[in-house]
């Protein structure tokens, strides 16, 4: 069930929230729309807004949806999110929305034991690197980078090296 915890952001009539498995067909829409993103199947989707819906948030501007954040708690760690997609539709670029989703996940009630974030982003991803960096310094936080996925080893040479970014600790907002 979707969190009744709303986040809004009124000077852009944005609302943040627990995505709702409703939410799976306008998530699928929205990644195959925000390439380089790798686009996963509709079922993936859906329970991405299910199963591991304390750990993603989906942004809407009234009925639609304008960006959406996937994660999950590492099994056998679970003080560390894993951040899987971050996707932010064109219209909704620039507003800081990947941030302040990044931001409501780890303020729930239900993640108040993360300490540590962990993503995976290319060599070539500018954008990810600066808002994940950001996001780090807004947390008073440390950011390292080594290789998580290799592209010879890991990809067989058909996808670039992923680079593993680990944040932490994270610092709580005071609120």
């Not at 993603?56 to 960006?67: E, H, I, K, R």
């Not at 056998?76 to 931001?103: C, K, P």
């Not at 600066?130 to 998580?148: I, L, N």
């Amino acid at each position: 069930m979707a969190s009744s915890l709303k986040v809004t952001q009124p000077q852009h009539n944005l609302e943040i929230r627990q995505p709702a498995p409703s939410d799976g067909p306008a998530v699928t829409r929205l990644i195959k729309e925000s390439p380089p993103l790798d686009v996963n199947s509709a079922y993936c989707n859906l329970l991405q807004c299910s199963h591991f819906a304390t750990t993603s948030a989906s942004a809407f501007s009234g009925d639609t949806l304008v960006g959406f954040v996937s994660g999950y708690r590492v099994p056998g760690r679970g003080n560390t999110l894993f951040i899987w997609q971050v996707a932010v539709s064109e219209r909704a670029r620039g507003l800081g929305l990947a941030r302040a989703m990044l931001n409501d996940i780890v303020e729930r009630a239900e993640n108040r034991e993360v300490s540590w974030l962990e993503t995976s982003i290319t060599a070539n991803n500018s954008a990810s690197w600066a808002m994940f960096q950001g996001f780090a310094r807004s947390r008073s936080a440390v950011a390292r980078r080594s290789v998580m996925f290799e592209r010879d080893e890991h990809f067989a040479g058909s996808h670039e090296t992923e680079y593993l970014l680990r944040i932490g600790p994270l610092r709580r907002s005071v609120v």
